[in-house]
């Protein structure tokens, strides 16, 4: 299933048949979004290190990001009240499918950031109305404060992620995963980094590209509302998340060896 990606109106010109143009156009767009206040500085250096991981895992979907991506599912429709937090990079790569994924669970979107630059806010609201959000918590002044957490990610919305019992956080830092973890709220993550505190504190970590994450996340979310709430618990209760870590990094160092061995080093 190929990504949607906002694309640039400016940049290089680059050939639909390039090997790796969905991850050209990703990475053009992170850049556009710099421009428009949407990604702070900061967000192209996490873009490129999430490209890294992804060059070692092939860029593709593998077996340990299904399993998380099925026990991500449950997650959410086990949640009394589920909350999908929102930054720049996630806003302006793949708007359009956190909107989906907003409407098939039932879980508000709330702008939650780490950089609070002026007019910010503004841009990342505006991209999401763009892309069919009727309703986007965290930028109407009406504010809590998770006190387990120093940075500006502590701002949150008293009717988002403060009421939350669980939360959704891609492209996510680890304080903030920390701080949800340590209140008692389930956190479901997207790192393409295993070895990041993110997804080695949260309690679901799907290490892949947040761009083929989302429409399949939002898929098995469909389709497991036809399953009984005991069957979901099941599935969700026999999840291993440290599992999941591990098959992550015995994959990255199994295809760097046979890579290697494949270049004649």
């Known amino acids: 299933m190929s990504a949607k990606i906002n694309k640039t109106t400016t940049g290089p010109n680059i050939p639909k048949d390039h090997p790796r143009y969905t991850a050209m156009m990703i990475r053009e767009s992170i850049i556009k979004g ?8 900061a967000g192209l250096i996490a873009q490129g290190r999430g490209e890294a991981f992804d060059y070692i895992i092939g860029e593709k979907t593998e ?18 009240y589920p909350v999908i937090s929102v930054n720049g990079n996630i806003a302006q790569i793949a708007a359009k499918d956190l909107v989906k994924l907003s409407k098939e669970s039932g879980a508000p979107l709330e702008i939650n950031l780490f950089y609070r630059t002026p007019g910010r806010e503004e841009a990342i609201l505006k991209v999401l109305k763009e892309a069919g959000a009727k309703t986007v ?30 939360v959704f956080v891609p492209l996510e830092d680890g304080d903030r995963t920390e701080a ?12 393409l980094n295993p070895l990041s505190r993110t997804p080695r504190k949260a ?20 389709s497991y509302k036809k399953k009984k709430k005991e069957e979901l618990k099941s599935i969700y209760d026999s999840y291993d998340n440290k599992k999941v870590l591990k098959d992550s990094l015995v994959f990255m160092s199994e295809r760097l060896l046979k890579l290697s061995t494949e270049s004649g080093v």
């Not at 077996?63 to 009394?80: D, G, N, P, R, V």
């Not at 109407?140 to 120093?150: D, F, P, R």
């Not at 701002?155 to 988002?160: A, M």
């Not at 309690?203 to 469909?222: G, M």
């Open 34 to 41: 710099c421009e428009t206040k949407v990604v702070a500085p």
């Open 63 to 80: 077996k340990f990001s299904l399993a998380a991506i099925e026990a991500a599912a449950c997650a959410f429709l086990l949640a009394e």
């Open 137 to 166: 918590l965290g930028v109407s002044g009406n504010s809590s404060v998770i006190k387990e957490l120093a940075s500006d990610r502590r701002i949150v919305d008293p009717n988002g992620i403060l009421k939350a019992d669980m």
């Open 180 to 191: 949800l973890v340590k209140i008692g709220k389930k956190v479901v993550t997207v790192d």
């Open 203 to 222: 309690h679901v970590s799907i290490i892949d590209n947040i761009t083929r994450v989302l429409p399949l996340l939002t898929a098995k979310i469909k």
